[in-house]
């Protein structure tokens, strides 16, 4: 089964558990592997004419969506006549652009939500999208696939993943009679065929001369004439930064971190969804708390996404995946940590502005592939504002490791065949990293010593990897130091 060969660690007792639930008045159930969603995206495959004309010719039953990255597919879907049997099974066309890949799916049925996390069920997303990481589709899918949009259509038919398309019917026809792929997956010729009458040229020209006319709502829109952006305090989708404040002319320089408390305790693996994620925001967490207290009510909350444009919402959203596994909370998962001089239970925003509050810097313990996943620049920005001054890992992903350095935040690496296990490290330590305190006494890759208040000690490769990564550090980050470059000229 998917649940055990995948690693999702189902043991073998539970492995055909059956939730079953009332959806809407109606008896129904999930297993694992139970798919929950079912959505083709507008990322990657659906600019291919082919493989969109070829998924309205399946028939499916789960939640559903269509979002083309073109107006263009509307106009040869409802050329083909296709799109009214997209309609009839739940694949409308809900907007153009990211949705469910992002983790804009939107909530699941409060009845299906509660099936799934009650017996713990290993439900399942299949998407045509082109990243499916843990806690990005949705925080209830654990199993995330990626498939063309035909395959959505026919898993969601199917209604799990855990099925052999050649030995077992997806379902049922009108006359009673089991119904295999092989009976719904169209040919090529009728696709070829499709394409050939349906995508025309004109589609095209027509779609993207409309681009520039913009659209009624759009164009609207009052432009004010000032040349320089009016803050609005109130707003909590677009906030004024905090990079810039108290910034001097003369760059702050090189620095090491003292006696700095382990914010959190990572193994490998660890996304950028999991530090910055950008679905929706769940309703106990510290950026719901901010929104409420700010007015604005639970259904009109959004994602993280879309309020991206406010360091207030994405400070607190650092760090809040819900599948997030911290080493500090002994196998509990979820955006928490442990405050290390009390030892309380915090969300890890909440116990980074404690610690800010009290003057001690943070750092991060982590293993293999830090920050790997989608390059986001909230996953370096927001452990910044949360106070993160270094990332010690086995290793990082290059882009997010580039993009750490960018906040003048450290990246260290473990030397080979170390890590925080291997060197006894728990994370209840404080840590002090030895790094000169003049710029060019620091060499990129070199070798830094770490040690901590119990008498530990271990070399580290410092991850600065370039000149211009060191001129960043020394002014505090890429922004800083771009801002005094043009006041210089």
Not at 17 to 26: D, N
Not at 357 to 384: F, H, N, Q
Not at 436 to 442: A, G, Q, R
């Amino acid at each position: 089964m998917c649940s055990t060969s995948l690693g999702f660690a189902v043991p073998k007792e539970a492995q055909d558990k059956v939730a079953k639930f009332s959806f809407h008045g109606q008896p129904a159930e999930l297993r694992h592997g139970s798919v929950v969603i079912a959505a083709i995206t507008s990322c990657t495959n659906t600019s291919n004419p082919s493989v969109m004309l070829g998924a309205g010719l399946v028939k499916p039953w789960i939640k559903t969506s269509l979002a083309p990255g073109s107006g263009v597919v509307t106009k040869y879907l409802l050329q083909s006549g296709l799109q009214e049997y997209l309609n009839k099974q739940g694949f409308h066309i809900v907007g153009y652009g990211c949705t469910t890949c992002i983790g804009n799916s939107g909530e699941l049925d409060e009845s299906v939500a509660s099936a799934i996390s009650e017996n713990d069920i290993v439900a399942s997303a299949v998407l045509s999208g082109n990243r499916n990481f843990e806690g990005r589709v949705h925080a209830l899918t654990r199993a995330n696939y990626l498939a063309s949009p035909p395959l959505v259509v026919a898993y969601a038919l199917a209604g799990t993943v855990d099925i052999d398309f050649d030995k077992e019917p997806i379902g049922t026809g009108k006359d009673g009679k089991s119904v295999y792929f092989k009976d719904i997956w169209p040919s090529t010729e009728e696709i070829a065929e499709a394409v050939q009458s349906s995508v025309l040229p004109e589609m095209f020209k027509s779609t993207y001369e409309a681009i520039t006319k913009g659209n009624p709502m759009w164009n609207q829109l009052s432009v004010p004439s000032s040349t320089m952006y009016s803050w609005d305090p109130n707003s909590t989708y677009i906030h004024e930064p905090p990079y810039f404040k108290n910034m001097t002319m003369e760059p702050p320089g090189a620095h090491g971190v003292k006696d700095a408390y382990c914010l959190l305790n990572f193994g490998d693996s660890i996304t950028t969804d999991h530090i910055s994620p950008a679905g929706s925001i769940h309703k106990d967490s510290p950026a719901a708390k901010f929104l409420l207290d700010h007015g604005v009510e639970r259904k009109d909350f959004n994602s993280y996404g879309s309020r991206r444009g406010n360091d207030e919402v994405m400070a607190r959203g650092t760090f809040a995946n819900i599948r997030l596994v911290n080493k500090l909370l002994n196998g509990e998962v979820g955006p928490k940590t442990v405050h290390v001089p009390t030892g309380e239970k915090l969300y890890v925003f909440d116990a980074a502005m404690r610690y800010k509050d009290a003057g001690y810097d943070t750092i991060v313990l982590a293993g293999a592939e830090y920050g790997s996943g989608s390059s986001r620049d909230w996953a370096a920005k927001g452990p910044m504002l949360l106070g993160v001054k270094a990332v010690i890992a086995k290793s990082f992903e290059r882009i997010h490791r580039s993009n750490l350095v960018g906040m003048g935040i450290i990246p260290l690496c473990f030397k080979s065949g170390e890590d925080a296990d291997t060197l006894g490290l728990t994370g209840h330590e404080r840590y002090t990293i030895d790094l000169p305190s003049k710029i060019t006494d620091i060499r990129p890759g070199q070798d830094v010593t770490v040690t901590t208040d119990n008498g530990k000690s271990f070399t580290c490769t410092v991850r600065f990897d370039t000149e211009v990564e060191l001129a960043y550090f020394n002014n505090g980050g890429i922004l800083p130091y771009v801002i005094r470059n043009l006041i210089k000229q």
